[in-house]
């Protein structure tokens, strides 16, 4: 069930069949994270505290590229993987705020996307994501994952993520991207 303005929607009867149009009309009328595969609406969790607390990454994502031009937000905010598919990245960014991908009611494309692992799937972020945002031709996709206390930079070769870095409490996690950019799992995990 999917609450849009009061109204109570059964989803599973609908899935496979809805249509692009139908997911962006639902999606403005509600507050859910709401994604979007093939004709499927995937009702996403509800943030937990923690969830929301280790999103302190957006801000140091925003004031290093504050000053180089770039543009970084938070979900809810839609990005199309390709027609038919749309996920909402816990953060996206892009080097310049002109981008032209950066569309108002969804961007087209990203630079950088981070997704933090809920423990309701695991899966979606660590596999099925990382498989859109390869489709899609993002550079780079942060994993940062609770369940272990890790965060995952892969980088874009071609046509497949190379794990540029797996890094563990005690060490610092770089972008390959963003030159300079870096930041210490302690600090991500241990926000408060």
């Known amino acids: 069930m ?5 109204l109570e929607l059964d989803l599973l009867p ?4 809805w249509i692009e149009a139908q997911y962006l009309k639902l999606t403005d009328q509600t507050s859910h994270l709401v994604e979007f595969d093939g ?8 943030p937990t505290d923690k969830h929301q607390v280790i999103l302190l990454l957006y801000d140091l994502l ?3 590229l504050r000053p180089l031009g770039g543009k970084v937000l938070v979900a809810p905010l839609r990005l199309q993987i390709r027609p038919g ?33 809920s423990a309701d799937d695991p899966e979606r972020d660590i596999v099925t994501k990382r498989a859109d945002y390869t489709a899609a031709g993002i550079p780079e996709y942060w994993i940062v994952n609770p369940l272990d206390a890790t965060i ?6 071609g046509d497949a993520y190379r794990t540029a870095g797996l ?7 770089a ?13 991500v995990f241990d926000a408060e």
């Open 2 to 6: 999917c609450s849009a303005r009061g």
């Open 14 to 17: 609908l899935q496979g069949l």
């Open 39 to 46: 004709g499927i609406i995937e009702v996403l969790p509800m």
């Open 62 to 64: 925003r004031k290093f």
């Open 85 to 117: 598919t749309f996920r909402e990245p816990d953060i996206l960014l892009v080097r310049d705020a002109r981008d032209p991908r950066r569309q108002d009611r969804f961007w087209l494309g990203a630079d950088l996307v981070v997704e933090i692992v």
């Open 152 to 157: 995952t930079v892969l980088a874009l070769e």
């Open 167 to 173: 890094y563990l409490r005690g060490e610092q996690a």
């Open 175 to 187: 972008s390959v991207l963003l030159a300079g950019f870096a930041i210490t799992v302690d600090e």
